[in-house]
């Protein structure tokens, strides 16, 4: 397909690179894109980190090459809903958009309080988009006499080290026994947690806030067991929840999870076949990984959307059968406590991790998670240069602990990688 | 014998008759991206094998045959002053040589003091000397670019970085030309080149000694005064025969390299006139043209490791202790990476190439040379009126791995 008219739903990262995918691969037809926020594309990893800080406004984290796209753009307007039958988006200020390909890539939103009169008190912050990182560095820059973060995966750590870098006092509270237990489990996240003390963060384990209080403004937090935190600024980062609810009705599989879709980015309905002519990509997509065993994964990673957008847009103009399934290796990286944390491969399901090359007590290491004798992924601490090594072995799944006889290391002894259960989660 | 399984090829590519064009030859071992050699070694050229072994931590750098000093029929210096020498020099190689987690500490006590203002500092100067260098060829109606620019220039940066009196150049252009060949694999096993290369070390070794000395009493803003009064927080203050294996490691790779890198890069230029024309009219295109110069024709063609453990790799297993060369420059060329790669192409996307090889070990001195690279490049596209070349292929010099021409003569119009 070369003419005619292509929707990307979704004007963030997957959306725009998807959108560029299209116009390097020839498509010459109309295209518009649709984002709910009134922003051009903007760079998130940012926003928890210098933007906090201050070392990067807001409006300065735009993407490169936005404004180079030939596109039309529908910036501010949500999309509301989406006629199957008909090839027809449907706007919220009342515009209907035929199309003969949808490229969907609407993303998630923050999980908010679940609470709604609680989460409405002032001073409670989610931090997901631009706008988010504004108030909120705008409520740090009025001093608050003390800062508590809910939840302890990598949006709340790394919020919880560009606050302790401004110098205000700050709590984490998370249910699990480590931060980051979800996607490293408990043995890296206790490395990640001795490193949030040192840098004299007040971090509450295995502990729940159950109430936030306050009149108008928020003012301590009660927890599970009883007892109170007073906090005057509450940033809630208990994860995303996926766009998909302008999707009701639409006769596609779609959920909180996601919108289900197939190796080629192809959505499908709910009899699970795939639709020749909506497309899926980004935080939104919900698609089976080849490497690990066509389970449904939706990844939001950085590297996700980009790869996604572009594998999509391959396939909307050159055919599902032309471009192959969707394989690209999950990856992501975190700064936070002067760590840089990078990651290959999902450590989902993991029965054991191994730290094959450094250690912890150097500050600088690798560990490789495995499940069932085959090497499923790798975390590097500060040693970002090791970790490609380790994309041969994940893909192929070779055998665990994979490493042996390394120039600078004994043979690494597994443990159990302390993740939390499915069922908790 | 023309198939991939010719056990011969990368001998072939030492030998210095393929010296001006070993391409053909990197095609023909690019069949078996990693290929056994008759003698044993392994050697990797095709791209995505290259990238794994460079990150494989079963991969060390630490190949150097033990230093040992050839008898000299005196009983004190052959069994207790050289046996002591040789422990010592094994024990204090310089970081290219060596493994996590020395490597680590060493090369981050030398990031330390290349630090981007030193190098950025150094930009306005380059451009400076290499101008000088121009007109002192003015009038002059033949140029060769090895002697009149592309040796002098960092030859004279380095020193002042590294704060080595520029006088003394004659002295240790000697010796990093012949310490230079512990990059290429004859020197692991040619007993008089390897007597030589221990003579000369040496006798380099003492010249850094007295000039660390002075700098530690009298330290300057450079990088030796630097080195020798820095204190790591993890590795305290780093050890004289470290300090004088670093202080080498830094004087030769930063002039043996970015001198082909300079060269290689007219001479490149010279063969496609719409690119060096191109240039010409527009300097912004210097650091493609860089890049794709460090892609297409790489100062340094490959690098030597040896196997830990037995390694997987691309449908073979390089057995425990087995010699590897990972061939730069074959993985460069690689069409399964690179679309149409033995085209020169400045305005290639996606162009990761490893001319400054990769991972742990990547090139240090990158961002000064390509400063070096930009500031002689733009300024003899610019500069030099109608330039031809008075001989192709130019005369190389005999490393296989540090490859480039000998001379590159130029017949020109003029200096402008």
């Known amino acids: 397909m070369r003419d005619g008219t292509i929707v990307v739903a979704g004007a963030s990262l997957a959306g725009l690179r998807g959108a560029e995918a299209l116009r390097a691969h020839g498509f010459a037809g109309r295209l518009i894109l649709v984002g709910d926020e009134p922003h051009l594309a903007y760079d998130r990893p940012p926003l928890s980190k210098h933007v906090l800080t201050g070392e990067v406004a807001p409006g300065a984290t735009t993407l490169p090459g936005v404004g180079a796209l030939e596109a039309e753009w529908r910036l501010g307007v949500k999309a509301l809903g989406l006629d199957r039958a008909g090839r027809t988006l449907l706007l919220a200020d009342g515009e209907r958009l035929a199309f003969d390909r949808l490229l969907i890539a609407t993303g998630a939103r923050a999980r908010p309080w679940p609470a709604p009169e609680e989460a409405r008190l002032s001073g409670v912050h989610t931090l997901r988009s631009r706008d988010d990182a504004a108030s909120l560095a705008a409520g740090l820059a009025a001093r608050p006499r003390r800062v508590l973060i809910l939840g302890a995966g990598f949006i709340g750590c790394e919020a919880a080290s560009s606050i302790r870098a401004l110098g205000l006092p700050v709590t984490v509270v998370d249910p699990e026994p480590a931060p980051l237990a979800q996607a490293l489990g408990s043995v890296i996240g206790g490395f990640v947690a001795g490193r949030m003390e040192a840098a004299g963060v007040d971090v509450r384990l295995g502990a729940r806030v159950t109430h936030l209080e306050g009149d108008r403004a928020v003012r301590r937090a009660r927890l599970a067991d009883g007892g109170t935190i007073e906090a005057d600024l509450v940033v809630v980062a208990l994860g995303a929840v996926r766009n998909t609810g302008w999707l009701a009705g639409a006769g596609l599989r779609a959920d909180e999870g996601g919108l289900s879709s197939d190796g080629a980015c192809r959505a499908l309905d709910e009899a699970g076949r795939p639709d020749e002519a909506i497309f899926a990509a980004g935080d939104v997509a919900r698609f089976p990984h080849p490497l690990y065993g066509h389970r449904p994964v939706a990844l939001e990673h950085w590297g996700n959307a980009v790869a996604q957008g572009a594998h999509a847009a391959r396939a909307m103009l050159h055919g599902a059968d032309a471009v192959g399934a969707y394989a690209e290796l999950p990856a992501f990286w975190s700064s936070q406590f002067g760590l840089n944390i990078k990651s290959l491969g999902l450590t989902e399901g993991a029965d054991a991790v191994a730290i094959v090359q450094g250690s912890p007590r150097a500050g600088r290491f690798l560990a490789v998670y495995g499940r069932a004798g085959r090497t499923i992924a790798a975390v590097s601490v500060n040693a970002g240069r090791w970790l490609p090594a380790y994309e041969g072995p994940i893909r192929d799944g070779a055998p665990f602990p994979p490493i042996t006889g390394g120039a600078d290391q004994p043979d690494p002894e597994p443990v159990p990688p302390g993740l939390p259960s499915r069922e908790a989660a | ?416």
Not at chain 2, 26 to 39: F, G, K, W
Not at chain 2, 314 to 335: K, M, Q, S, Y
Not at chain 2, 340 to 353: K, L
Request: glycine share 6%; charged share 25%.
């Open chain 2, 1 to 416: 014998m023309t198939d991939a399984s010719d056990g011969t090829l990368f001998a072939q590519v030492r030998d210095s008759a393929n010296r001006a064009d070993p391409y053909p030859l990197y095609a023909r071992l690019r069949v078996r991206p990693v290929a056994r050699q008759d003698d044993g070694t392994f050697v990797a050229s095709g791209y995505a094998a290259i990238r794994a072994l460079l990150h494989d931590p079963r991969v060390s750098s630490e190949d150097l045959p033990p230093a040992e000093h050839p008898p000299t029929g005196n009983p004190v210096k052959d069994w207790i002053v050289n046996p002591l020498k040789d422990w010592v020099t094994d024990r204090h190689r310089p970081f290219i040589f060596r493994d996590p987690p020395d490597h680590g500490l060493l090369r981050r006590q030398v990031m330390g003091q290349f630090t981007i203002a030193r190098v950025q500092g150094m930009k306005r100067r380059t451009e400076g000397l290499v101008a000088q260098c121009l007109e002192r060829c003015a009038g002059s109606r033949h140029f060769d670019l090895v002697d009149d620019l592309a040796y002098p220039l960092p030859v004279t940066v380095i020193c002042e970085l590294l704060g080595v009196p520029r006088e003394d150049e004659p002295r240790f252009h000697a010796w990093a030309t012949q310490l230079a060949t512990a990059l290429e694999p004859e020197s692991r096993h040619d007993e008089a080149l390897r007597a030589r290369n221990t003579e000369t070390f040496d006798a380099i070794a003492d010249y850094m000694r007295d000039l660390i000395r002075e700098k530690r009493r009298a330290p300057r803003d450079d990088m030796l005064s630097g080195l020798a009064t820095a204190k790591d927080p993890q590795a305290g203050r780093m050890s004289d025969p470290d300090l004088i294996a670093t202080a080498i490691l830094l004087l030769i790779a930063g002039h043996e390299t970015t001198v082909n890198l300079i060269t290689n890069g007219m001479l490149t230029l010279l063969r496609r006139p719409r690119e060096l024309a191109r240039l010409r009219a527009d300097p912004e295109r210097a650091p493609r043209v860089i890049e794709e110069l460090l892609r297409y024709e790489p100062p340094v063609h490959f690098r030597t490791r040896v196997a830990r453990a037995p390694i997987p790799v691309a449908g073979t297993v390089i057995p425990e202790g087995a010699p590897l060369v990972l061939l730069f420059a074959a993985g460069n060329r690689d069409p399964a990476r690179f679309p149409d790669p033995d085209r020169f192409d400045p305005d290639r996307a996606d162009n990761q190439h490893f001319g400054f090889g990769g991972a742990l070990h990547y090139c240090v001195g990158a961002p000064l040379a390509r400063i070096e690279a930009e500031a002689a490049l733009t300024a003899l596209a610019a500069r030099l009126s109608n330039p031809r070349l008075a001989e192709d292929p130019p005369p190389y010099r005999p490393g296989a791995s540090l490859r480039g021409p000998k001379r590159l003569l130029l017949h020109i119009d003029g200096i402008g």
